[in-house]
Nanobody, 129 residues
Framework: VQLQASGGGLAQVGGSLRVSCAASGRTVSNHVMGWFRQAPGKEREFVASIRPGGKTYYSDSVKGRFTISRDNAKNTVYLQMDSLKPEDTAVYSC????????????????????????WGRGTQVTVSS
């Protein structure tokens, strides 16, 4: 399984960026996919996730500003980031839960980094004020 994140870069406060996670070796629509981020000196934190059925989850810090989506034809998951803030600056990584069409679980399952078995190399997002 390989996950390739791309699309990071530099944005201004209030601006937008979209990061992508292209998968190979698994079909993203059959697995829980998540985005996490890690800022310097901080733990990796949950950002957003999407279940095979399409239900999405967001951290409180990004809810209403970020949108996770999936393009099944491209086997790619996206994170659209709008109204960016300096505190969004981090390395963004995508993760894949190896469980095939995981049964529905408690919400904590989808936000816990331990759920995800495979990780891609991250992409840097920097928001300047």
């Amino acid at each position: 399984v390989q996950l390739q994140a791309s699309g990071g870069g530099l944005a201004q406060v209030g601006g937008s960026l979209r990061v992508s996670c292209a998968a190979s070796g698994r079909t993203v629509s059959n697995h829980v996919m998540g985005w996490f981020r890690q800022a310097p000196g901080k733990e990796r934190e949950f950002v957003a996730s999407i279940r095979p059925g399409g239900k999405t989850y967001y951290s409180d810090s990004v809810k209403g500003r970020f949108t996770i989506s999936r393009d099944n034809a491209k086997n790619t998951v996206y994170l659209q980031m709008d109204s960016l803030k300096p505190e969004d600056t981090a390395v963004y990584s995508c993760g894949l839960d190896a469980t095939f069409r995981s049964p529905i679980r408690d919400d904590d399952y989808y936000t816990d980094r331990r759920t995800y078995d495979y990780w891609g190399r991250g992409t840097q997002v920097t928001v300047s004020s």
